[in-house]
């Protein structure tokens, strides 16, 4: 393996889990402060929500199933943190039911924003589901920039934003607004960037 990917993919995962350990702690601070809130206050939808996944990873694979993405599953194995895997679904234009299940009751989704994520529609179909949710559930959206510019993402600009307009050949109108609106929330979301990791590994060495 080269060297320099090695040592990109190892500051990754430092990166990631970081920053998981980062939400994770927010989390459970925001479930202490609510338990402390009078019991004729009205719940929040989160709270009443059922969660049956930990995780709901969106990502596309081309970019980074063989590297970075090995790497996490492996950490979440080890941390007993349980994602939602779609290896047996098919996948097409446009996603299932199923999907939008396992999105709708993952607590927390970690959008993998890679160079040709949005070469994907199933993808972009995917992150309009969970920014709905972040919305509807309070669900928690970590967003990771795989080698792109957090701004490309937003402003759909560069070779993400070239990306995007390929695919958006043929699609109509709503689709095209509905993946434009969500692109830029999740441009937007704290998250963590790929430019840093180098610089974390430095520090953590």
């Given at each position: 393996?080269?060297?320099?990917f090695f040592l990109g993919t190892f500051a990754a995962a430092i990166g990631f889990f970081t920053l998981f350990r980062?939400?994770?702690l927010q989390q459970n601070n925001k479930e202490i402060d609510s338990s402390t809130i009078s019991s004729s206050s009205?719940?929040?939808s989160s709270s009443s929500h059922k969660w049956t996944h930990q995780v709901f990873p969106s990502f596309r694979g081309e970019d980074v199933r063989r590297?970075?993405?090995?790497?996490?599953?492996?950490?979440?194995?080890?941390?007993?943190?349980?994602?939602?895997?779609?290896n047996e679904i098919k996948r097409g234009e446009s996603i299932g039911l199923e999907i939008i299940h396992a999105i709708r009751e993952s607590k927390i989704a970690i959008v993998l924003l890679s160079r040709n994520y949005a070469s994907s529609s199933w993808c972009l179909?995917?992150?309009?589901?969970i920014m709905k949710c972040k919305?509807?559930?309070s669900q928690i959206v970590i967003p990771i920039f795989y080698r792109v510019d957090p701004s490309d993402v937003k402003k759909l600009t560069g070779n993400f934003g070239n990306v995007f307009k390929?695919?958006?050949v043929g699609k109509t109108n709503e689709v095209i607004r509905k993946w434009r609106q969500a692109l830029a929330k999740v441009g937007t979301t704290t998250g963590y960037d790929s430019r840093n990791w180098f610089v974390l590994l430095n520090i953590r060495a």
């Open positions: 393996m080269n060297s320099s980062k939400f994770r009205v719940p929040s590297g970075f993405l090995s790497h996490i599953h492996k950490e979440f194995q080890r941390k007993g943190i349980t994602p939602f895997i779609d179909d995917e992150l309009v589901e919305e509807e559930f390929n695919n958006c």
